[in-house]
């Protein structure tokens, strides 16, 4: 999956790698900020959208499609489609022409609107990545569990570096019967969630 990334796609990722840099040290004020995944973290989604089972792949909070063209990746192995959210219409712009100049606009499916809004359309979901502020993870988690294929897999994000805030977040996950799950300290730390397959 990795030793076939067309030079566009890895032309924008570093495209964007820089100017999430830039953002983070110039001041950039935290609303206007990319604030996306390291390298590092869009490798490990995409090994797990790439072995979750058949279904939807979801992405909540796209920002500028950063950890879009990795999950990308993971959808032209399996053939299928990215749908992914942006509530904000800058950031949404943005993942758009990060999808066009990468090539990919055919795989991904962008809807500039609060995910809330549709999650309970999609279903199965095969594998979902959450990336949003940080009040919503537990409404988004509740609106995705139930629609987990078996095998299913849900990865929130911040969950090392936000620790404190979504505390209440991660107890109930972490103590939800409906799935096995583990805080993976990659990136900034990832709450990875895996619907047990029924036997």
């Not at 399996?78 to 219409?89: A, H, K, M, S, W």
Request: proline share 6%; aromatic share 6%; hydrophobic share 45%.
């Amino acid at each position: 999956m990795f030793h076939h990334i067309s030079p566009s796609i890895l032309e924008r990722m570093a495209h964007l790698e820089a100017v999430d840099a830039r953002d983070r040290q110039d001041g950039t004020p935290k609303a206007l900020r990319l604030r996306q995944i390291p390298p590092e973290t869009g490798r490990f989604l995409a090994l797990l959208a790439a072995s979750a089972p058949a279904g939807q792949v979801l992405e909540i909070g796209a920002s500028g499609g950063y950890s879009s063209l990795w999950l990308t990746l993971a959808c032209m192995e399996r053939g299928d489609q990215l749908i992914t959210f942006e509530v904000d219409p800058n950031k949404a712009r943005l993942a758009r022409e990060t999808f066009t100049i990468a090539g990919v606009s055919e795989r991904v499916q962008l809807i500039q609107d609060d995910a809330r809004n549709h999650l309970g359309n999609y279903q199965p979901v095969a594998f979902c990545f959450l990336d949003v502020e940080k009040d919503l993870y537990l409404p988004c988690y509740e609106m995705v569990i139930p629609n987990l294929a078996p095998g299913g897999v849900f990865v929130a994000d911040n969950v090392i570096s936000h620790q404190d805030q979504l505390q209440s977040f991660l107890q109930n996950a972490m103590s939800d019967v409906r799935v096995d799950a583990l805080i993976v300290p990659i990136g900034k730390g990832l709450l990875v969630c895996r619907k047990p397959a029924r036997l």
